[in-house]
């Protein structure tokens, strides 16, 4: 794969720096390198009226006049054009393999995984803080740690690492977690055990010591060998587990993601992580994260879920399983990118009660499709529709009077939405909409 420069934030001081990419973490990166004295250029692939250069109109020039590139994570590492930088010399970094550098490495933990990465850095966060300790929350998640404007001052540092971060790495913290594995982000690795092997790296970085590991994921058991060294496989007999029903988490993976938050506090040294009556109480007011399994509300006694964020089989397969005895409508669908959904169709012949599986486009007419082809599903019911409105309204009237209508995707939102908060706006004016139909 390619270069992972040997640099922290401090080595930029006074240097002219190429900042690629103006999202949140270039934002973050501009402002830290404001703090050094470095000398910036601006660019992004659409810059809009931020005042970067485009990279396709003279931008990419520029970058090769730097002596260092600091790229946003969505600019793959395998692009031609940051090889081509590489190979001129250039050192492309990522904003959170400059922090680490410089970090109390002990004090840090770097959560990872296809999905629940977010859940269990939440709750880790959660129990830490009730706990009367000082703990910086971010990463691919909330603020990036080197931002002037987050907090620095910190007792601990969970870090959500995503596959993309995850390359920008060469050293790593003490303690690792994987949450699960499963495919996705294709287009920005290439395939998927390259997909694999980069968001895994971080296990056997030098720093990396041991890897909190989800026990119940198939595919994380499978590449055991790219864990590390040491592994703890939660859940196991040595966590008690009975604060966890203090959590307001639907599904028994987000049990698991609670096991892992556990595990990672004690395995950072913290002593209440083995004392069950503290973690109960350090539980009270947990806040779920938004469109994340979501209940949003009842009507006539069927309960709308908002799991927007489910972008891909696994955690839709997830969601379904949160409801094991009632019927569910499902909305599935969004921007298609190519994905199998031949899992997800096998998935659901296995549930006992009835499902109606709604889709909506793009990809919603493929799933169906999928669905068909996989076979008898005698309780199973199938339907394209327009979009996620009228998907609401069918599932409601279907789901009527005690059962579930689920917007679990399985599917990213750009094209059609901005992003999954407007995705899971309209789900909820969807069911404003049927609410005021009822009344």
């Excluded at 103006?22 to 250029?41: C, D, F, I, T």
């Excluded at 990872?112 to 300790?133: E, R």
């Excluded at 790495?169 to 092997?197: F, I, K, M, Q």
Aim: charged share 20%.
């Amino acid at each position: 794969m390619n270069t992972r420069p040997n640099l922290s934030w401090s080595d930029l001081r006074g240097a002219r720096v190429g900042v690629w990419g103006l999202g949140v973490e270039g934002h973050a990166n501009l402002r830290r390198l404001k703090v050094l004295g470095a000398s910036p250029v601006l660019v992004d692939d659409s810059p809009g009226d931020s005042g970067a250069m485009r990279t396709d109109e003279g931008g990419f020039d520029a970058l090769r006049t730097c002596e260092v590139v600091v790229k946003t994570p969505g600019i793959s590492r395998y692009r031609p054009q940051v090889q081509a930088l590489e190979a001129e010399g250039i050192p492309v970094a990522g904003g959170l393999g400059l922090w680490m550098q410089e970090a109390d490495r002990d004090r840090v933990a770097c959560i990872t995984g296809t999905k629940g990465k977010s859940t269990t850095t939440s709750i880790a966060g959660h129990l830490l803080q009730t706990l009367g300790f000082r703990c910086f929350i971010g990463g691919n998640i909330g603020n990036p740690p080197w931002d002037p404007e987050a907090e620095q001052d910190a007792d601990f540092w969970l870090i959500e690492t995503s596959s993309f971060q995850a390359t920008d790495l060469c050293v790593a913290p003490r303690v690792v977690a994987v949450t699960s594995l499963h495919p996705d982000h294709l287009n920005w690795h290439g395939d998927l055990e390259t997909y694999y092997r980069d968001k895994l790296s971080i296990c056997t970085l030098p720093g990396a010591e041991v890897t909190v590991s989800n026990a119940e994921d198939a595919v994380v058991q499978e590449h055991r060998a790219q864990l590390g060294a040491h592994v703890r496989w939660v859940p196991d007999a040595d966590l008690p587990g009975g604060w966890v029903t203090r959590l307001p988490l639907l599904g028994r993976h987000n049990v698991v993601n609670a096991l892992m938050a556990q595990a990672l506090l004690d395995e950072l040294g913290v002593a209440q992580a083995s004392d069950d009556s503290a973690l109960t109480a350090a539980a009270e007011g947990f806040v779920p994260l938004a469109s994340r399994l979501q209940v949003i509300g009842v009507v006539e006694g069927v309960t709308f879920v908002d799991d927007s964020l489910s972008t891909n089989v696994l955690p839709t397969l997830a969601a379904l399983d949160a409801f094991p005895d009632r019927r569910v409508a499902l909305i599935a669908g969004g921007f298609d990118r190519g994905v199998d959904y031949q899992e997800l169709a096998l998935g659901v012949q296995q549930r006992r009660v009835p499902l109606l599986v709604l889709g909506v486009p793009d990809s919603g007419p493929r799933i169906i499709d999928t669905f068909r082809a996989a076979g008898p599903m005698p309780l199973v019911e199938l339907g394209v529709t327009a979009g996620v409105e009228e998907a609401t309204k069918l599932g409601f009237e279907w789901a009527a009077p005690d059962g579930v209508v689920l917007l679990s995707p399985a599917a990213p939102s750009f094209g059609l939405f901005r992003d999954y908060r407007e995705r899971a706006a309209a789900f909820a004016t969807a069911m404003g909409a049927v609410r005021k139909m009822t009344s």
